[in-house]
């Protein structure tokens, strides 16, 4: 099929304007609470505080996404609003990444064929759920994806039809400051460095040994001139290897549930993937494939709901694509004679079946639930606020588990029954870490103590700490329940318990 512009490119671009610009308008709205986390260590911050959760308390790293926050710091300086801010580097963030994985396909696609893996992420339901939602997923994406694209062409491979020269330092280089970058946005990133960097080490046929040397060295070392120095201070400021996030959602025992949520979408892709990497021996398909095993690896025992709608596994959901439809156009391949007419018009209408049948999609409704539902939610929190600042003393203590929103625009003190903003709790291996504090923080006589549920069917459903406390203040001589604050949909409804000993 001629690879030039003809009549039938017009239902891409439509197809492209409709998943791009008029999904993103529809869902606007949604934007995810734990988002405001990140803007409250962005005021403390800015406010000459230092990166703490509560002002004049022990830092603790509740946010695992330190690019955002420092861009969250600049728009408050700015004054510019960072919510919108964040949103907007969402959206930049899942074009790019659309831009990169269409790059990373051209290695083995004409222009036509690599449009659809970026058509097929546009149609994935979780990739348009988490493109605005004021978390970096996109934005992580879009430097795993570059960076996966300068490796290539630093190692000499260039675009469709395959040629290869020789190793490009200056490629590998933005490889490397990408990837630092990554490291700064996501706590899994220097994994995926160790990855590449072994692949590159390996991926060394037809250069020059010398040549090829000097390129590793050129990589590793534009990670670690940022990365490095980064990980010595956050090490030495917060005083742990990790964020408390990883602490908190990590090995909690969940029976591979997060694995099994994304296998239970991944696996048509993952298995022509396998397929293309076996069939070609085409040493590039390993950068596209083995992050999706890094990542399986990972997330095992994980806890599903930080993972929501493969939120963590979009990155390597991205790589995928491209490989996948090489591998069904490698399938349709042993059963065609040549690469004609027929050929094409086989491989366009499979590789639009299996993205009609294998890829969810958002529906009118699911627009409907993430863009309505989102502005309800923030109301009621604000109310929350409201509450909070008009009855409660300046130096009074919260203890609640939907520390996002709330939090962020009331300037009292926090503690996260939910571990993320919880040194004590992120370090608590117990499996009982959640009972234990919910005994221990009656003890501590917080003045108020909100309640967080989900009622849905006429079951009511509690995060994990919330679930004790409720029968334990049902009985408490100190404590109360003072006001309830709720929002319902045709769906469900969402509630706030406040109890008070005052």
């Known amino acids: 099929m001629n690879p030039r512009l003809r009549w039938f490119d017009l239902f891409f671009i439509l197809l492209f304007f409709y998943l791009f610009i008029m999904q993103l308008w529809a869902i606007w709205p949604f934007t995810i609470d734990d988002m405001f986390i990140t803007l409250r260590y962005a005021k403390h911050w800015s406010a000459g505080d230092g990166l703490v959760w509560n002002v004049n308390t022990q830092p603790v790293e509740g946010y695992s996404n330190f690019s955002f926050v420092v861009l ?7 004054r510019a609003d960072p919510v919108i801010v964040l949103k907007i580097a969402g ?15 051209r290695n083995w696609f004409h222009w036509r064929e690599a449009l659809l893996p970026c058509l097929g992420l546009l149609l994935y339901k979780g990739q348009i759920i988490w493109s605005v939602s004021g ?7 879009a430097l795993i994806c570059g960076s996966v694209y300068f490796i290539f062409r630093g190692l000499g491979y260039n675009p469709y039809p395959l040629s290869r020269a020789q190793v490009q330092s200056s490629f590998l280089s933005i490889a490397g400051l990408l990837l630092a970058i990554a490291c700064l946005t996501r706590p899994e990133a220097p994994a995926l460095v160790v990855l590449f960097s072994l692949l590159i080490c390996w991926d060394k046929e037809g250069n020059n040994s010398k040549a090829h040397g000097q390129g590793v060295a050129i990589f590793v070392l534009s990670v670690s001139m940022i990365f490095v120095p980064y990980f010595l201070w956050r090490w030495h400021y917060f005083g742990f290897v990790f964020p408390n996030p990883v602490y908190c959602k990590s090995f909690v025992h969940s029976g591979f549930l997060t694995d099994i949520g994304f296998l239970s979408f991944g696996w048509p892709w993952l298995l022509l993937s396998i397929f293309a990497c076996l069939k070609t021996r085409d040493k590039r398909t390993y950068f596209l494939v083995l992050p999706c095993f890094l990542y399986l690896m990972m997330l095992a025992n994980s806890d599903p709901v930080v993972a929501f709608a493969n939120r963590l596994f979009l990155p390597a959901i991205a790589l995928l694509f491209p490989l996948s439809l090489l591998g069904l156009k490698l399938i349709i391949m042993k059963y065609t004679e040549k690469q004609d007419s027929f050929f094409y018009l086989t491989f366009y209408i499979v590789s639009f079946l299996m993205a009609f049948f294998f890829i969810p999609g958002m529906s009118w409704q699911g627009y409907r639930f993430f863009s309505d539902n989102p502005v309800a939610g923030e109301q009621l929190r604000k109310e929350v606020v409201n509450w909070l600042d008009n009855n409660v003393p300046s130096h ?7 520390s996002g929103l709330i939090p962020y625009y009331s300037a009292l003190n926090y503690i996260d029954s939910y571990c993320l903003n919880n040194v004590t709790m992120g370090h608590d291996t117990s499996p009982n870490r959640y009972k234990q504090f919910c005994h221990s923080i009656l003890k501590k006589q917080p003045q108020v103590i909100i309640l967080t549920s989900l009622i849905e069917k006429n079951e009511v459903t ?4 919330d679930a004790c406390l409720r029968p334990l203040l049902e009985n408490h001589r100190q404590y109360k329940l003072i006001k309830d604050f709720t929002f319902q949909s045709q769906q469900l409804t969402y509630r706030y318990e406040l109890f008070t000993n005052f």
């Open 396 to 402: 009074g203590t919260v203890v609640l588990s939907d």
């Open 72 to 78: 969250a710091l600049f728009s408050l300086i700015l």
């Open 91 to 105: 959206a930049v963030g899942l074009f790019l990444t659309c831009c990169f994985v269409f790059k990373i396909s």
């Open 135 to 141: 978390l970096e997923t996109t934005v992580y994406q």
């Open 462 to 465: 509690y995060t994990p700490t």
